[in-house]
């Protein structure tokens, strides 16, 4: 028997690393560092997606709809695999940046997520696969592939083109695209409709159909977006926006489809959990609207000359809306628990750093006063990061030694 609340353990532990590693790099603009800002980003980004997230989210679907597959052993290889190249990573980053062993340890990561797919899907009992849910988990398992295409592509293009060509950055952007959009967004998606199967609430087969169509137009669709920062041609915005308005559509129904069982959602969840799924909803929408106007020209060229409003967006769908959307699934499965002291201290520095990131690129657009302390302020606000992830990494600790 795998005790799954290790392994989120483990997830926890990168958490807190990468907490670590975003306030590291805060440090770098107000005091001189003996460190290679890019190499630690690099460490920063791969540990957050792969450690922490990846981790989260396939401990979830193997709890949901694997474990009665009755393969642990096999599951176990997995996670050990996954976890060297993670760990792999970890070292290597920091100390080379893109180099020799990183790109070793981050291409065995992709084959070990292949390998997780497949596990998946092969293995998958069949009464879930008529149900909802599991098509959405297939989907976004499908988006965690075509995601690879990404890095597969930045190791052609580097020995061929450089990392000067517009295709370095569009690989990279690519790889986010499907990475949030495609597998993060819809295994949260496809876990929610699992606790509303088992809850017995029922939609009508016609409207989750429109859903799920609208919401995979939109997906692949707004991957067009990831490619205005080098102005292409207007072809490519027109479709930028067609997906946009397909994700508004899909999310649109989405809402439709939950607005008479908020309630019943409601009594299924822990005050905490039920408080980071409203913060994960309403900035969804916050999400998708952004994501509309950034399908115009103006919007477009302006959100890519000013690198904060990427950062401050990135942060937004990473800790806003998908950090607080599993964290509350966690502890739906009896995986985690939350402590409110965590919720509030985590709150309290995603909006006050959002708040100051957006800021500065609002700033600088509009010409609005930047004060000289910013960076000394913002650097101040991210330290409630580590503290927050401490406190419920090392609570969880505390629960999983008590309960061995």
Same mark, same amino acid.
């Given at each position: 028997?795998?005790?799954?609340?290790?392994?989120?353990?483990?997830?926890?532990?990168?958490?807190?690393?990468?907490?670590?590693?975003?306030?590291?790099?805060?440090?770098?603009?107000?005091?001189?560092?003996?460190?290679?800002?890019?190499?630690?980003?690099?460490?920063?980004?791969?540990?957050?997606? @792969?450690?922490?997230? =990846?981790?989260?989210?396939?401990?979830?679907?193997?709890?949901?709809?694997?474990?009665?597959?009755?393969?642990?052993?096999? =599951? #176990?290889?997995?996670?050990?695999?996954?976890?060297?190249?993670?760990?792999?990573?970890?070292?290597?980053?920091?100390?080379?940046?893109?180099?020799?062993?990183?790109?070793?340890?981050?291409?065995?990561? @992709?084959?070990?997520?292949?390998?997780?797919?497949?596990?998946?899907?092969? =293995?998958?009992?069949?009464?879930?696969?008529?149900?909802?849910?599991?098509?959405?988990?297939?989907?976004?398992?499908?988006? +965690?592939?075509?995601?690879?295409?990404?890095?597969?592509?930045?190791?052609?293009?580097?020995?061929?083109?450089?990392?000067?060509?517009?295709?370095?950055?569009?690989?990279?952007?690519?790889? +986010?695209?499907?990475?949030?959009?495609?597998?993060?967004?819809?295994?949260?998606?496809?876990?929610?409709? =699992?606790?509303?199967?088992?809850?017995?609430?029922?939609?009508?087969?016609?409207?989750?159909?429109?859903?799920?169509?609208?919401?995979?137009?939109?997906?692949?669709?707004?991957?067009?977006?990831?490619?205005?920062?080098?102005?292409?041609?207007?072809? !490519?915005?027109?479709?930028?926006?067609?997906?946009?308005?397909?994700?508004?559509?899909?999310?649109?129904?989405?809402?439709?489809?939950?607005?008479?069982?908020?309630?019943?959602?409601?009594?299924?969840?822990?005050?905490?959990?039920?408080?980071?799924?409203?913060?994960?909803?309403?900035?969804?929408?916050? #999400?998708?609207?952004?994501?509309?106007?950034?399908?115009?020209?103006?919007?477009?060229?302006?959100?890519?000359?000013?690198?904060?409003?990427?950062?401050?967006?990135?942060?937004?769908?990473?800790?806003?809306?998908?950090?607080?959307?599993?964290?509350?699934?966690?502890?739906?499965? #009896?995986?985690?628990?939350?402590?409110?002291?965590? !919720?509030?201290?985590?709150?309290?520095?995603?909006?006050?750093?959002?708040?100051?990131?957006?800021? #500065?690129?609002?700033?600088?657009?509009?010409?609005?006063?930047?004060?000289?302390?910013?960076?000394?302020?913002?650097?101040?606000?991210?330290?409630?990061?580590?503290?927050?992830?401490?406190?419920?990494?090392?609570?969880?600790?505390?629960?999983?030694?008590?309960?061995?």
């Amino acid at each position: 028997m795998i005790n799954l609340r290790k392994h989120i353990a483990v997830a926890l532990l990168y958490f807190l690393l990468v907490a670590l590693m975003g306030l590291l790099l805060r440090f770098f603009f107000v005091t001189p560092i003996p460190l290679n800002y890019k190499f630690i980003l690099h460490a920063h980004s791969h540990t957050a997606l @792969l450690g922490w997230i =990846y981790l989260g989210l396939t401990t979830l679907i193997y709890k949901i709809f694997l474990s009665e597959a009755q393969k642990p052993k096999l =599951y #176990k290889h997995i996670f050990v695999f996954t976890n060297i190249c993670i760990l792999g990573m970890l070292v290597t980053f920091p100390i080379q940046g893109y180099a020799l062993y990183s790109i070793i340890f981050s291409t065995l990561f @992709l084959f070990a997520s292949y390998w997780f797919m497949w596990f998946a899907v092969k =293995y998958a009992p069949e009464h879930f696969k008529n149900r909802f849910s599991w098509k959405l988990i297939k989907a976004a398992l499908w988006y +965690l592939v075509i995601s690879s295409i990404g890095p597969w592509a930045i190791g052609g293009v580097m020995a061929t083109l450089g990392p000067e060509s517009i295709w370095y950055k569009s690989s990279i952007y690519f790889y +986010l695209h499907f990475q949030y959009n495609g597998w993060f967004i819809m295994a949260l998606l496809g876990i929610l409709f =699992y606790v509303l199967e088992e809850k017995g609430i029922h939609f009508k087969p016609e409207k989750l159909k429109s859903f799920f169509l609208l919401l995979n137009f939109g997906v692949l669709f707004t991957v067009f977006l990831s490619f205005l920062w080098f102005v292409p041609p207007i072809a !490519i915005y027109i479709l930028g926006l067609i997906g946009a308005v397909a994700q508004l559509l899909a999310f649109y129904e989405f809402y439709l489809l939950l607005k008479n069982h908020f309630s019943a959602i409601k009594k299924s969840f822990s005050p905490n959990s039920f408080l980071l799924l409203k913060i994960a909803g309403s900035l969804l929408a916050v #999400k998708l609207s952004m994501q509309l106007f950034s399908a115009f020209p103006y919007f477009a060229n302006l959100t890519f000359q000013l690198k904060d409003f990427v950062i401050g967006y990135l942060h937004l769908v990473f800790l806003g809306i998908v950090i607080t959307a599993m964290l509350a699934f966690l502890e739906y499965f #009896k995986l985690i628990k939350l402590q409110k002291s965590f !919720i509030w201290i985590f709150i309290f520095a995603f909006i006050s750093t959002e708040l100051l990131i957006f800021y #500065k690129a609002t700033a600088l657009w509009l010409g609005f006063p930047f004060f000289q302390d910013y960076y000394i302020l913002l650097t101040i606000l991210s330290c409630f990061f580590p503290i927050a992830v401490g406190i419920l990494f090392f609570k969880n600790l505390k629960n999983l030694y008590l309960s061995a």
